[in-house]
T-cell receptor, first 114, second 112 residues
Framework: DAGVIQSPRHEVTEMGQEVTLRCKPI?????LFWYRQTMMRGLELLIY????????DSGMPEDRFSAKMPNASFSTLKIQPSEPRDSAVYFC????????????FGPGTRLTVL | KQEVTQIPAALSVPEGENLVLNCSFT??????LQWFRQDPGKGLTSLLL?????REQTSGRLNASLDKSSGRSTLYIAASQPGDSATYLC???????????FGSGTQLTVLP
């Protein structure tokens, strides 16, 4: 298996623009997680899905952030409009859930908002 | 609310030394604890996962222990190598929301 795939790996955009981050989880995993990593706050869970359904989005910082999972093999995280404080590395992870809950992370998308 | 602390924040050791990384958590009602490795500019690689009912897990030169009652875990690395240089993150899976809470990591440098 190729592991969790994220695109793009790097994104540089200007304040006010829409940004869409993409994730393909490991085949067969029914949990998908979006995290954000910054120097100040470390790794934070933004939202997670189970069987394509959003379960907990309490970590989503503002209404500017939205996430979708239209099918078991694809998810997007959208920021509209983007702001400089959104600059961070965004990770997608997937897992089988249950009591094990081992999570496997993608390589991340480094977002810079100018 | 679960809080995870890792000490030290940074550690530098000569090659060949055995070392211990520490992780503590405030709420002992956990399902499991996971140790990750993160290389600069890369994602997280899962190293070891310890279930709440287990005391330790081993993989090669790595050994992770868990003392749930005291809210502590350690990651022991034997015979360290320069290739072990990375940031090591501890994460606890707990809570009714069933989330992973991460520590801030220990940045390890193994000098040749």
């Amino acid at each position: 298996d190729a592991g969790v795939i994220q695109s793009p790996r790097h994104e540089v955009t200007e304040m006010g623009q829409e940004v869409t981050l993409r994730c393909k989880p490991i085949s067969g995993h029914d949990y998908l997680f979006w995290y954000r990593q910054t120097m100040m706050r470390g790794l934070e869970l933004l939202i997670y899905f189970n069987n394509n359904v959003p379960i907990d989005d309490s970590g989503m910082p503002e209404d500017r952030f939205s996430a979708k999972m239209p099918n078991a093999s694809f998810s997007t995280l959208k920021i509209q409009p983007s702001e400089p404080r959104d600059s961070a590395v965004y990770f997608c992870a997937s897992g089988l859930g249950g009591s094990n809950n081992e999570q496997f992370f993608g390589p991340g998308t480094r977002l810079t908002v100018l | 609310k679960q809080e995870v602390t890792q000490i030290p924040a940074a550690l530098s050791v000569p090659e060949g030394e055995n070392l211990v990384l520490n992780c503590s958590f405030t709420d002992s009602a956990i399902y499991n604890l996971q140790w990750f490795r993160q290389d600069p500019g890369k994602g997280l690689t899962s190293l070891l996962l310890i279930q709440s009912s287990q005391r330790e897990q081993t993989s090669g030169r790595l050994n992770a222990s868990l003392d749930k009652s005291s809210g502590r875990s350690t990651l022991y690395i034997a015979a360290s190598q320069p290739g072990d240089s990375a940031t090591y993150l501890c994460a606890v899976f707990s809570g009714s929301a069933r989330q992973l809470t991460f520590g801030s990591g220990t940045q390890l440098t193994v000098l040749p």
